[in-house]
């Protein structure tokens, strides 16, 4: 078995995502560490859309609930250094929550209880409405020295690769990764165009077989058989 850091691991599951899809990841996560080390953030399909909808403000409202399971964390295990391991569009929540700059009024800082982030599918390159007010925050802000606090690493699948003159699943990879940036004719996790998630700082890492959508039978970033392909970076 790989040798992993049993450091204890925070899980943000992805924009429009709940904590319960991620129960595949947190059992896969369990043979490698114990399960007490791993807590999901608690997030609801009502923490991104909001009540009324106001979903440009879902970063603000996701990053208190991500504060609050990482100060739970660093209570049960003092000064041991946490991995945030976030999905999708978690990973843009995480990357801002981490930066400790006001976001719409909002400022954490975790400071040293984190020494890790691991993003999943995550898009730092993107054209998308609301995904565009995080990573155009991030990067206003971003700075060498960040990486010299946090170790990021950004993983993302190529498997499927997008055409509009190929197969229907092609055909919709094509339109999806045109939506998030302007070439459709890329590789990518059947979602996420895997160039949308390389980012200058960080170690990138792409591996060949995860789908980005926690659905069932799929074999994505949460399955034993996804979660086997990144574990090492943990």
Request: proline content about 7%.
């Amino acid at each position: 078995m790989i040798a992993v850091s049993q450091n204890p691991v925070v899980i943000v599951p992805g924009v429009l995502f709940w904590d319960t899809l991620y129960d595949s990841m947190k059992e896969a996560l369990a043979g490698y560490i114990p399960q007490e080390r791993i807590a999901v953030v608690p997030l609801s399909l009502v923490d991104w859309i909001g009540f009324p909808p106001s979903p440009e403000r879902s970063t603000n409202r996701v990053m208190k609930v991500v504060d609050h399971t990482v100060r739970a964390m660093e209570r049960k295990f003092p000064g041991e250094p946490i991995t945030l391991v976030a999905h999708s569009g978690g990973g843009t929540v995480a990357m801002v929550y981490l930066l400790e700059k006001p976001f719409q009024g909002d400022v954490y800082h975790p400071g040293r209880s984190i020494a890790k982030l691991i993003t999943l599918g995550t898009p730092f390159h993107t054209h998308e409405h609301y995904a565009k007010i995080k990573t155009d925050f991030i990067f206003s802000n971003l700075k060498a020295d960040f990486f010299d606090r946090y170790h990021v690493v950004s993983v993302v699948s190529d498997k499927y690769y997008g055409n509009p003159e190929g197969s229907i699943v092609e055909k919709m990879c094509f339109r999806f990764y045109k939506s998030v940036l302007e070439e459709g004719k890329v590789k990518g996790d059947g979602i996420v165009p895997a160039q949308s998630c390389f980012l200058e700082g960080a170690e990138n890492v792409t591996i060949p077989d995860a789908e980005h959508l926690p659905t069932p039978l799929s074999r994505w970033y949460g399955t034993k058989e996804g979660v086997n392909q990144w574990i090492q970076w943990l």
